[in-house]
C-alpha cells in the first residue's frame, strides 16, 4: 500500500501550468511609421505561472526592434534599458536541442513561433501528457479552423484538428 502510494506521489502533476501573452514594446511596426499615432508593437511570449499563481520572471527579445525585456507577469514587462543582447536568453537551437526529434519534426514542418516551441517544451520536461497547444488556426466567417498538438509522451505526439465558432482561442 505505501508503495503505491509513493508512485501515486511522484506521478502527481505539478499545478505549474503555461501560457501564451502578449507583451507591450516602445517600438513600432515599419508600416505603422507613417501614421500620427502609431500604436506600439506588440510581441508574443510564454511565461510558466507556478503553483501560487506567481509568473516565473524570464527575459525576452522583441520580435521587430531585439530590446530585452524582463517579463515579470501576464502581459507585463519593464525594458532593459540600454540592453538589445543577451546571452543568457533562451534560443530556439536551446529548445531544439531539448526536445524528441518527433516534436521537432512537427514543429519544424508547421514553421512553429518560439513561443509554441516553449510550451511543447515545458509540457515534455513535467510530464504533463494529455496537454495540448494550437499548431495553426484559421478563421473563416463565423468558424475557426486548426489544428494542435496533444502530447502523449517523451517522444509522443498526436496532431488533431479542430472547428469551433469565433471567439477567443
Not at 19 to 32: D, E, F, G, T
Not at 59 to 67: A, H, L, M
Not at 73 to 91: F, R, Y
Not at 124 to 135: A, P, Q, S, Y
Amino acid at each position: 500500500m505505501l508503495l503505491k502510494l509513493r508512485r501515486r506521489l511522484k506521478q502527481k502533476r505539478s499545478d505549474m501550468f503555461g501560457q501564451k501573452h502578449l507583451i507591450k514594446c516602445r517600438c513600432v511596426l515599419p508600416q505603422y511609421k507613417t501614421l500620427k499615432e502609431p500604436p506600439a508593437h506588440k510581441f508574443v511570449v510564454f511565461s510558466i505561472i507556478k503553483d501560487d499563481g506567481d509568473v516565473v520572471v524570464k527575459y525576452s527579445q522583441c520580435n521587430n526592434c531585439g530590446i530585452v525585456h524582463r517579463v515579470t507577469n501576464i502581459c507585463t514587462s519593464e525594458i532593459m534599458a540600454g540592453k538589445d543582447h543577451m546571452n543568457s536568453i533562451i534560443k530556439l537551437d536551446d529548445i531544439r536541442a531539448s526536445l524528441a526529434p518527433t516534436f521537432v519534426n512537427v514543429l519544424e514542418a508547421n514553421s512553429a513561433d518560439f513561443q509554441l516551441w516553449e510550451a511543447i517544451q515545458f509540457i515534455v520536461e513535467n510530464k504533463r501528457w494529455g496537454d495540448f497547444t494550437i499548431l495553426n488556426s484559421e478563421i473563416e466567417g463565423e468558424e475557426v479552423y486548426g489544428k494542435y498538438i496533444r502530447v502523449l509522451g517523451e517522444t509522443l505526439c498526436k496532431i488533431e484538428s479542430f472547428t469551433r465558432t469565433s471567439g477567443i482561442i
